[in-house]
């Protein structure tokens, strides 16, 4: 089991035309099975298997609007448990 965790947070204003071409470029990288997130703090890169978890909520409060897009996957090795299995 993978001990250390790395993370990667980026938050700025955008136009729209950015936030599509950096859309654009996750879809690219989703499509090639490795995306590289990197700023001026940091960089991650990550290996997406065939298989992932989907989840997009969109909501409107007052004159604040949301979208949310969450792409959840987990690495082979920790999907298949390698531990052996005792019954009594």
Do not use: C, Y
């Amino acid at each position: 089991m993978r001990q250390s965790k790395q993370s990667f947070r980026h938050e700025s204003l955008q136009n729209r035309k950015t936030i599509q071409d950096i859309l654009k470029a996750i879809t690219k990288g989703l499509g090639k099975g490795k995306l590289t997130f990197s700023d001026e703090d940091g960089e991650i890169v990550l290996q997406p298997r065939d298989l992932l978890n989907l989840k997009v909520t969109a909501s409107q409060d007052d004159s604040r609007n949301r979208i949310t897009v969450r792409i959840t996957w987990q690495d082979e090795d920790e999907v298949k448990s390698k531990k052996p299995l005792a019954v009594d």
